[in-house]
């Protein structure tokens, strides 16, 4: 072996007891960071298990013990160990090859972990090819199946749910839009991202709030003793982060910036050479964010964290043929402070406090009028989360208190200069919080439980003003609430239950069945696919969003190659939609009367396969599912298919290390088209005319599909520094996927002349990218 | 560093456009209206398959002139009779010969077309005298301005309002001003101004301006309506505001009062008054 891949850096604690169980860290044995997901195994008692998020193992071993420790993408280490008593150790793995800054799945949880959780941490071990030259958290869990993101739209949706029905935390900080750039990039700059954790599935107690995912993002907070920089610089963003020790194994941070600049350099090209002979529309857009991390070891008990990010997006769509304009600007701010406790080996806790805001502006201009709309979630949050290992079982428990604050909807509309009486906006104010315990029960060694617990509550809080109204939708009556008075109060308890079975070491069943509550809601205020949404809570009027959730599957885990299939059913309760538009606001004193509540049903299969090991490496997932609401209040009380109801999801992902400098990777996916309202017929009224829109949701777009190629060099691969060229293509056989269809009309009726005609719009041609990287 | 290399590859389209072909739908369209002291108007149409050109060639396709229309109230019934006027589109239109709109009276439409027969209701509400009318000069601009109107809005039930303009010697017909549907939702009981915007004469016109030039004599034309009318046409102007717009239109269908087909039957309460603009 060329390089020392392990050190047993600390043997910490050990008492003399008769029962034999190792716990410990696997870490990076260069930055000492966690490794999530590490599958350790006893080849003496054949026993084994996967590292939690934060590197933690704890298990029985034989007391002659031989510990293999795998993890994609890093060297496999084994040795044998005599163990007299209970022991915790930590192992550094020493990376498999020269990587730079890449997210990939880098496991998931291994047999006989019940909870069906899928990790990815910055290391590169599965190579997906970059959009633009940048790789993506999110990105990197749309190849995974039951996760889709459609192109040009916001977020991801997670087994036939709405983007907002995803948990985001990035530090502990409610993330409420993760997406840039019409969904290209996520926020979520690589160089910024320790791990992450994402559940669709089973999603533990100690998360809530959400119906179908929890993502939860540790940022990166540099290395306590190396310092750690990196530089990209590709052809529409560039990427700048330093990390490092301040005080060398007491304190580190790190800083990334990421501005995107295709509005600099591609767009006057583009409106050069190719505008005015193709499209009427000018568009220009750019995003920009920063990350910060402060992580300070006050002890070997103690352990305080400060981050912070900051980003933001700017869209413009004009077509000054029409006269029509549109401006959004959107974005995160968020901050965060974390106490990690440790009061001894068998319990430990953490004290966090997040604070963190989401906006959008958008104006609109047609003709002569001007409407400028602002809308504002902010969320302050404390979560208490205490970890107790009861028999080597851990049971989790804690509690969480979060304040919102909302501004749905400031409109300021005029024309020309004359300003439209939209009434004051609105500022909603809610309090949530809940109380969790869930608790890992091992029967035998074959079957594992947890049964798990949140209660939660939501009040909505004044000052606020509801209106009586009576049969005929007439005011009669108002009561005014005073800052701070509780409005309205919802609470549920939320129970869960997680179970897995090993059939033997390699294969395992596992199920999992979950009640979860989510009190805001994001209401899309019209059908377009940019984020123009606002966020409301549960008030007088809008009930919370429930959702059962039953899954199960089958689990193979070989060195060689992963292999999963699943199924689920979920069932919804009260899910929200628009019930008017934009222009129905001034109309409603009662902002809750915008929002329209239904049942959703959504249910499917996904089935896996990923080979993990060696030169070429290769993923294949499928999933087939369907997503369908039923609103008393749209399309007739009919049952429709949700925007995002694509059944058919594949994604094939392979790499190749073809020499020491180059390497290739590729992506292929195909989806179903999504689903949109459109006209189907016109008529004529008083001069004007008038579309006939045909049922909800019931036009599907045809299918899209891309094949995305990157082609990798490495130029210097020195310990100090290391460099690469990155060329990739995006879309590389050009296909036009259709992001959005309209009509245009020309003519006039008083000429007896007048024609429409449909439009496609399509967002991104193939697109080729180099990025020059640096690793220092 | 060693070396920093930028290739500028760029063949972006951006944004790129082709048809595609949607199904076709056929309803029967209804337009009608009778004013208070006004005679009734129905105006009757084919919904059109989206993408069609509508031109002479297929005029009478679009356009039903084949109908039987009757309308009738508790106390006379009639037979409209097609007419032509240029003025409109389309031209062709039934209209009553001896039912003139009374205030407070319902009125009933039934259309028999291509074998299939449609019914609509409508009521015509009292009207609401307008207690000030004046115009007012646009601080930006002197030449132009705005019309404002005083309601005394009364308390005791839910109002609908309409309003519509026409230029004396400039435009041969009354035209919706710009925003023209309003409910005393925010105003109710009190007394309100509030300003006319002029209405643009269809929404493939694109170059009128929303304020009265000074100079012009401008008749307006005040309507009380019911609650099914006040549905359809403010569900109508969004439609004229978002339809064109691909990140606007909401995909939601007018609420109609026509059963059997599509469109608005509506009743007017009526009050007329002339403004110069000076």
Same mark, same amino acid.
């Given at each position: 072996? @060329?390089?020392?891949?392990?050190?047993?850096?600390?043997?910490?604690?050990?008492?003399?007891?008769?029962? @034999?169980?190792?716990?410990?860290?696997?870490?990076?044995?260069?930055?000492?960071?966690?490794?999530?997901?590490?599958?350790?195994?006893?080849?003496?008692?054949?026993?084994?298990?996967?590292?939690?998020?934060?590197?933690?193992?704890?298990?029985?071993?034989?007391?002659?013990?031989?510990?293999?420790?795998?993890?994609?993408?890093?060297?496999?280490?084994?040795k044998s160990i005599q163990i007299k008593s209970d022991t915790v150790i930590s192992i550094g793995l020493k990376i498999?090859?020269?990587?730079?800054?890449?997210?990939?799945?880098?496991? !998931?949880?291994?047999?006989?972990?019940?909870?069906?959780?899928?990790?990815?941490?910055?290391?590169?071990?599965?190579?997906?090819?970059?959009?633009?030259?940048?790789?993506?958290?999110?990105?990197?869990?749309?190849?995974?199946?039951?996760?889709? @993101?459609?192109?040009?739209?916001?977020?991801?949706?997670? /087994?036939?749910?709405?983007?907002?029905?995803?948990?985001?935390?990035?530090?502990?900080?409610?993330?409420?839009?993760?997406?840039?750039?019409?969904?290209?990039?996520?926020?979520?700059?690589?160089?910024?991202?320790?791990?992450?954790?994402?559940?669709?599935?089973?999603?533990?107690?100690?998360?809530?709030?959400?119906?179908?995912?929890?993502?939860?993002?540790?940022?990166?907070?540099?290395?306590?003793?190396?310092?750690?920089?990196?530089?990209?610089?590709?052809?529409?963003?560039?990427?700048?982060?330093?990390?490092?020790?301040?005080?060398?194994?007491?304190?580190?941070?790190?800083?990334?910036?990421?501005?995107?600049?295709?509005?600099?350099?591609?767009?006057?090209?583009?409106?050069?050479?190719?505008?005015?002979?193709?499209?009427?529309?000018?568009?220009?857009?750019?995003?920009?964010?920063?990350?910060?991390?402060?992580?300070?070891?006050?002890?070997?008990?103690?352990?305080?964290?400060?981050?912070?990010?900051?980003?933001?997006?700017?869209?413009?769509?004009?077509?000054?043929?029409?006269?029509?304009?549109?401006?959004?600007?959107?974005?995160?701010?968020?901050?965060?402070?974390?106490?990690?406790?440790?009061?001894?080996?068998?319990?430990?806790?953490?004290?966090?406090?997040?604070?963190?805001?989401?906006?959008?502006?958008?104006?609109?201009?047609?003709?002569?009028?001007?409407?400028?709309?602002?809308?504002?979630?902010?969320?302050? /949050?404390?979560?208490?989360?205490?970890?107790?290992?009861?028999?080597?079982?851990?049971?989790?428990?804690?509690?969480?208190?979060?304040?919102?604050?909302?501004?749905?909807?400031?409109?300021?509309?005029?024309?020309?200069?004359?300003?439209?009486?939209?009434?004051?906006?609105?500022?909603?104010?809610?309090?949530?919080?809940?109380?969790?315990? %869930?608790?890992?029960?091992?029967?035998?060694?074959?079957?594992?439980?947890?049964?798990?617990?949140?209660?939660?509550?939501?009040?909505?809080?004044?000052?606020?003003?509801?209106?009586?109204?009576?049969?005929?939708?007439?005011?009669?009556?108002?009561?005014?609430?005073?800052?701070?008075?509780?409005? !309205?109060?919802?609470?549920?308890?939320?129970?869960?239950? !997680?179970?897995?079975?090993?059939?033997?070491?390699?294969?395992?069943?596992?199920?999992?069945?979950?009640?979860?509550?989510?009190?805001?809601?994001?209401?899309?205020?019209?059908?377009?696919?940019?984020?123009?949404?606002?966020?409301?809570?549960?008030?007088?009027?809008?009930?919370?969003?429930?959702?059962?959730?039953?899954?199960?599957?089958?689990?193979?885990?070989?060195?060689?190659?992963?292999?999963?299939?699943?199924?689920?059913?979920?069932?919804?309760?009260?899910?929200?939609?628009?019930?008017?538009?934009?222009?129905?606001?001034?109309?409603?004193?009662?902002?809750?009367?915008?929002?329209?509540?239904?049942?959703?049903?959504?249910?499917?299969?996904?089935?896996?396969?990923?080979?993990?090991?060696?030169?070429?490496?290769?993923?294949?997932?499928?999933?087939?599912?369907?997503?369908?609401?039923?609103? %008393?209040?749209?399309?007739?009380?009919?049952?429709?298919?949700?925007?995002?109801?694509?059944?058919?999801?594949?994604?094939?992902?392979?790499?190749?290390?073809?020499?020491?400098?180059?390497?290739?990777?590729?992506?292929?996916?195909?989806?179903?088209?999504?689903?949109?309202?459109m006209p189907v017929s016109r008529y004529f009224i008083q001069n004007n005319i008038i579309n006939v829109y045909g049922?909800?949701?019931?036009?599907?777009?045809?299918?899209?599909? /891309?094949?995305?190629?990157?082609?990798?060099?490495?130029?210097?691969?020195?310990?100090?520094?290391?460099?690469?060229?990155?060329?990739?293509?995006?879309?590389?056989?050009?296909?036009?996927?259709?992001?959005?269809?309209?009509?245009?009309?020309?003519?006039?009726?008083?000429?007896?002349?007048?024609?429409?005609?449909?439009?496609?719009?399509?967002?991104?041609?193939?697109?080729?990218?180099?990025?020059?990287?640096?690793?220092? | 560093?060693?070396?920093?290399?930028?290739?500028?590859?760029?063949?972006?389209?951006?944004?790129?456009?082709?048809?595609?072909?949607?199904?076709?739908?056929?309803?029967?369209?209804?337009?009608?209206?009778?004013?208070?002291?006004?005679?009734?108007?129905?105006?009757?149409?084919?919904?059109?398959?989206?993408?069609?050109?509508?031109?002479?060639?297929?005029?009478?396709?679009?356009?039903?002139?084949?109908?039987?229309?009757?309308?009738?109230?508790?106390?006379?019934?009639?037979?409209?009779?097609?007419?032509?006027?240029?003025?409109?589109?389309?031209?062709?239109?039934?209209?009553?010969?001896?039912?003139?709109?009374?205030?407070?009276?319902?009125?009933?439409?039934?259309?028999?077309?291509?074998?299939?027969?449609?019914?609509?209701?409508?009521?015509?509400?009292?009207?609401?005298?307008?207690?000030?009318?004046?115009?007012?000069?646009?601080?930006?601009?002197?030449?132009?301005?705005?019309?404002?109107?005083?309601?005394?809005?009364?308390?005791?039930?839910?109002?609908?309002?309409?309003?519509?303009?026409?230029?004396?010697?400039?435009?041969?017909?009354?035209?919706?001003?710009?925003?023209?549907?309003?409910?005393?939702?925010?105003?109710?009981?009190?007394?309100?101004?509030?300003?006319?915007?002029?209405?643009?004469?269809?929404n493939t016109d694109k170059k009128l301006d929303f304020r009265f030039p000074v100079g012009d004599t401008v008749d307006?034309?005040?309507?009380?309506?019911?609650?099914?009318?006040?549905?359809?046409?403010?569900?109508?102007?969004?439609?004229?505001?978002?339809?064109?717009?691909?990140?606007?239109?909401?995909?939601?269908?007018?609420?109609?009062?026509?059963?059997?087909?599509?469109?608005?039957?509506?009743?007017?309460?009526?009050?007329?008054?002339?403004?110069?603009?000076?």
């Amino acid at each position: 072996m @060329q390089k020392v891949l392990l050190f047993i850096l600390f043997i910490v604690f050990s008492t003399a007891s008769f029962s @034999q169980t190792i716990s410990g860290f696997v870490i990076d044995s260069i930055n000492g960071e966690p490794l999530p997901g590490a599958n350790i195994i006893d080849l003496a008692s054949k026993n084994q298990c996967a590292s939690d998020s934060k590197g933690f193992f704890r298990f029985k071993v034989h007391s002659n013990a031989t510990i293999s420790v795998s993890f994609i993408g890093y060297k496999p280490f084994s040795k044998s160990i005599q163990i007299k008593s209970d022991t915790v150790i930590s192992i550094g793995l020493k990376i498999a090859s020269t990587t730079l800054q890449e997210v990939s799945v880098s496991g !998931t949880s291994s047999a006989n972990n019940p909870q069906q959780v899928t990790y990815l941490n910055s290391t590169k071990i599965t190579k997906i090819p970059s959009m633009l030259g940048e790789s993506d958290v999110v990105k990197m869990l749309a190849t995974t199946p039951g996760v889709k @993101q459609v192109e040009g739209q916001q977020g991801f949706n997670v /087994r036939g749910s709405s983007q907002d029905q995803n948990l985001i935390l990035y530090d502990e900080a409610i993330i409420y839009n993760c997406s840039h750039l019409l969904g290209m990039y996520s926020v979520f700059n690589t160089n910024a991202v320790q791990n992450v954790s994402f559940y669709k599935t089973g999603i533990p107690a100690r998360y809530g709030g959400r119906l179908a995912s929890a993502m939860i993002i540790e940022g990166n907070g540099g290395s306590m003793n190396h310092w750690d920089n990196h530089a990209s610089i590709g052809l529409l963003a560039s990427n700048l982060s330093f990390s490092g020790p301040i005080v060398k194994d007491k304190c580190s941070f790190s800083l990334s910036a990421r501005r995107s600049y295709i509005d600099k350099i591609i767009l006057p090209i583009i409106h050069h050479y190719i505008d005015n002979s193709i499209s009427d529309y000018k568009n220009g857009y750019f995003f920009q964010d920063f990350n910060a991390k402060l992580i300070a070891k006050l002890n070997n008990n103690n352990k305080l964290e400060l981050s912070t990010y900051i980003g933001d997006d700017t869209f413009m769509l004009s077509n000054p043929k029409n006269e029509l304009s549109n401006d959004l600007k959107w974005g995160n701010e968020a901050a965060s402070i974390k106490w990690r406790h440790l009061f001894n080996d068998k319990l430990s806790c953490s004290q966090s406090l997040a604070w963190s805001r989401n906006f959008l502006e958008y104006k609109v201009g047609q003709y002569m009028y001007t409407m400028d709309m602002k809308t504002t979630i902010q969320t302050l /949050r404390f979560k208490s989360d205490w970890l107790l290992l009861i028999n080597d079982n851990p049971l989790r428990f804690g509690v969480e208190a979060m304040k919102h604050t909302y501004n749905p909807n400031n409109i300021d509309a005029k024309v020309k200069e004359i300003s439209l009486d939209f009434g004051k906006s609105t500022t909603l104010q809610a309090l949530e919080s809940a109380a969790f315990i %869930e608790y890992t029960v091992n029967i035998g060694t074959k079957l594992s439980i947890i049964p798990g617990m949140r209660y939660s509550l939501f009040t909505q809080l004044g000052p606020y003003t509801s209106y009586e109204s009576n049969a005929v939708g007439k005011t009669i009556d108002s009561i005014l609430y005073a800052s701070g008075k509780p409005v !309205t109060t919802y609470s549920f308890p939320e129970p869960k239950l !997680t179970a897995s079975y090993v059939i033997n070491g390699n294969n395992s069943v596992k199920t999992s069945a979950t009640y979860n509550v989510q009190y805001n809601h994001l209401i899309p205020i019209i059908s377009s696919a940019l984020p123009t949404d606002m966020w409301l809570p549960s008030m007088k009027g809008i009930k919370p969003q429930k959702a059962i959730q039953i899954a199960g599957g089958y689990y193979k885990t070989k060195p060689k190659y992963t292999f999963s299939l699943e199924a689920y059913y979920k069932k919804m309760y009260d899910v929200s939609e628009a019930a008017g538009t934009m222009l129905n606001f001034y109309d409603s004193k009662d902002i809750s009367t915008v929002v329209a509540q239904g049942k959703g049903e959504a249910y499917g299969a996904e089935i896996s396969f990923e080979k993990i090991v060696g030169k070429c490496t290769f993923g294949i997932s499928y999933a087939y599912s369907r997503s369908f609401r039923t609103f %008393e209040t749209l399309n007739y009380g009919k049952t429709f298919p949700t925007k995002y109801d694509k059944p058919h999801d594949l994604s094939i992902t392979g790499s190749y290390q073809i020499s020491k400098h180059w390497s290739i990777s590729s992506l292929f996916s195909y989806t179903s088209g999504v689903n949109l309202t459109m006209p189907v017929s016109r008529y004529f009224i008083q001069n004007n005319i008038i579309n006939v829109y045909g049922s909800k949701n019931g036009y599907r777009m045809p299918a899209y599909h /891309r094949a995305d190629v990157a082609v990798k060099y490495i130029l210097t691969d020195k310990s100090r520094f290391q460099s690469d060229l990155t060329l990739s293509v995006s879309n590389i056989y050009n296909h036009h996927n259709p992001y959005y269809m309209y009509y245009i009309i020309s003519g006039s009726l008083k000429e007896y002349e007048l024609k429409v005609e449909m439009q496609k719009v399509y967002l991104f041609p193939i697109l080729p990218s180099l990025t020059y990287n640096i690793h220092f | 560093m060693k070396r920093i290399v930028e290739i500028v590859i760029c063949l972006l389209l951006f944004v790129s456009c082709k048809k595609q072909e949607v199904p076709i739908t056929n309803q029967i369209v209804i337009d009608g209206h009778i004013d208070a002291g006004g005679l009734a108007y129905v105006f009757i149409s084919h919904t059109t398959d989206y993408e069609s050109v509508v031109d002479t060639s297929n005029y009478y396709k679009v356009i039903e002139t084949k109908a039987k229309v009757t309308i009738w109230t508790d106390d006379a019934r009639e037979v409209l009779i097609l007419s032509r006027d240029l003025r409109f589109f389309p031209p062709h239109f039934y209209i009553s010969n001896s039912i003139r709109g009374k205030e407070g009276k319902i009125y009933h439409l039934e259309v028999i077309a291509d074998g299939d027969t449609i019914t609509a209701q409508t009521t015509i509400p009292a009207k609401m005298d307008v207690q000030n009318v004046r115009f007012e000069r646009d601080q930006d601009d002197s030449t132009k301005g705005l019309i404002w109107l005083g309601i005394n809005d009364p308390a005791d039930q839910t109002n609908y309002y309409r309003a519509f303009t026409r230029t004396y010697r400039k435009q041969d017909q009354f035209y919706a001003t710009h925003l023209s549907v309003i409910d005393d939702a925010s105003f109710n009981g009190k007394y309100i101004e509030f300003p006319l915007y002029r209405g643009l004469q269809t929404n493939t016109d694109k170059k009128l301006d929303f304020r009265f030039p000074v100079g012009d004599t401008v008749d307006v034309k005040f309507c009380t309506m019911d609650k099914a009318s006040f549905e359809f046409w403010t569900g109508y102007e969004r439609e004229m505001l978002n339809g064109g717009n691909p990140f606007g239109a909401d995909g939601q269908n007018l609420k109609s009062n026509i059963n059997g087909g599509i469109g608005v039957w509506s009743g007017y309460g009526v009050s007329q008054y002339r403004v110069i603009a000076k």
